[in-house]
T-cell receptor
Framework: GAGVSQSPRYKVAKRGQDVALRCDPI?????LFWYQQALGQGPEFLTY????????KSGLPSDRFFAERPEGSVSTLKIQRTQQEDSAVYLC????????????FGPGTRLTVT | KNQVEQSPQSLIILEGKNCTLQ??????????LRWYKQDTGRGPVSLTI?????NTKSNGRYTATLDADTKQSSLHITASQLSDSASYIC????????????FGKGTSLLVTP
């Protein structure tokens, strides 16, 4: 079956522009996660959804970052007024249940802010 | 502050050789520890997941060990193949929910012919 997909795979934005990154989780997966991975670093947690509810957004670095999952399936991570430090790979993962469950990662979106 | 430390940072081995990657963590309270393989340009793929009560788990040529007392884990790769070239990331979960993950920076492994 299809895995987690993300689009676009690559995004170049000029500083100050808004961007929207899309994640299509595995069908039926309840949990959805967003991570930010800087070059040469491990991923860092941004936010967690259980169905349409955003249960944890403690990792969002600033109020310029906003995530939604309105129908409990597709999720969008929006970054407003992008800055150079936002350049990173943004990974989305989904899992079938809640809590201690295997997370399946998408290929990521590489964002470059110039 | 990274609570998951991995060593070595990078490693080069010859095809067919074995290697062991290390992970030390300070995350507490501990829920589970995972090893992921991340190929360049791809998302991480899970190799093993271990809870507090498990001290070893295998997945093919990959064997992970866990010592929850010393907060150390290792990933042993047997008879390495060129396709093993990737970043190997140790991930520790600390929350009761199990989902909150702390990632190490990874060990970059290069297997050469």
């Amino acid at each position: 079956g299809a895995g987690v997909s993300q689009s676009p795979r690559y995004k170049v934005a000029k500083r100050g522009q808004d961007v929207a990154l899309r994640c299509d989780p595995i069908s039926g997966h309840v949990s959805l996660f967003w991570y930010q991975q800087a070059l040469g670093q491990g991923p860092e947690f941004l936010t967690y959804f259980q169905n349409e509810a955003q249960l944890d957004k403690s990792g969002l670095p600033s109020d310029r970052f906003f995530a939604e999952r309105p129908e409990g399936s597709v999720s969008t991570l929006k970054i407003q007024r992008t800055q150079q430090e936002d350049s990173a790979v943004y990974l989305c993962a989904s899992s079938l249940g809640t809590g201690y469950r295997e997370q399946y990662f998408g290929p990521g979106t590489r964002l470059t802010v110039t | 502050k990274n609570q998951v430390e991995q060593s070595p940072q990078s490693l080069i081995i010859l095809e067919g050789k074995n290697c062991t990657l290390q992970c030390n963590y300070t995350v507490s309270p501990f829920s589970n520890l995972r090893w992921y393989k991340q190929d360049t340009g791809r998302g991480p793929v899970s190799l093993t997941i271990m809870t507090f009560s498990e001290n070893t788990k295998s997945n093919g040529r990959y064997t992970a060990t866990l010592d929850a007392d010393t907060k150390q884990s290792s990933l042993h790769i047997t008879a390495s193949q060129l396709s093993d070239s990737a970043s190997y990331i140790c991930v520790v979960s600390y929350s009761n929910s199990g989902y909150a993950l702390n990632f190490g920076k990874g060990t970059s492994l290069l297997v050469t012919p």
